[in-house]
C-alpha cells in the first residue's frame, strides 16, 4: 500500500509556472506506475499524464502535451509535474495516482490517490 501527498498549487496568472509534488509513503514507490488527474469544478476527473515505474516511458494528455512535464525521483519517493504557460482552463484539482498495473488513463486503473492540491489561473 501507498499513501500519496500532493504540494505545490496555487494561485498564478495566465502564462506562469508551477511544479507540483507528490510524495509516497512506504519502500515500494518504485514499483508503481504514477499518473497525474485533474477535476475542475463541475466536471469530471481528466487524465493528465502518466509515468511508467522506472522513469523511462511516460505519456500526456493531447491538451497538456508540451506545457506539462511529468517527471519521478525514485530515491526521493517523490513524484512531479512541472506545469508552463498555465491558462486559466488549467484551473482545478490536481491529484496523483498509483497502480501497480501497467499505464493506463482512465482513474478505475489507479488504486491509490492523493487529497489533491488546488491550482488556480488568472487570466
Known amino acids: 500500500q501507498v499513501q500519496l501527498v500532493e504540494s505545490g498549487g496555487g494561485l498564478v496568472q495566465a502564462g506562469g509556472s508551477l511544479r507540483l509534488s507528490c510524495a509516497a509513503s512506504g519502500r515500494t514507490f518504485s514499483s508503481y506506475t504514477m499518473a497525474w488527474f485533474r477535476q475542475a469544478p463541475g466536471k469530471e476527473r481528466e487524465f493528465v499524464a502518466t509515468?511508467?515505474?522506472?522513469?523511462?516511458?511516460?505519456y500526456g494528455a493531447d491538451s497538456v502535451k508540451g506545457r506539462f512535464t511529468i517527471s519521478r525521483d525514485n530515491a526521493k519517493n517523490t513524484l512531479y509535474l512541472q506545469i508552463n504557460t498555465l491558462k486559466p482552463e488549467d484551473t482545478a484539482v490536481y491529484y496523483c495516482a498509483a497502480t501497480r498495473s501497467l499505464i493506463g488513463v482512465t482513474p478505475p486503473a489507479y488504486n491509490y490517490w492523493g487529497q489533491g492540491t488546488q491550482v488556480t489561473v488568472s487570466s
Open positions: 509515468i511508467s515505474w522506472r522513469g523511462d516511458s511516460t
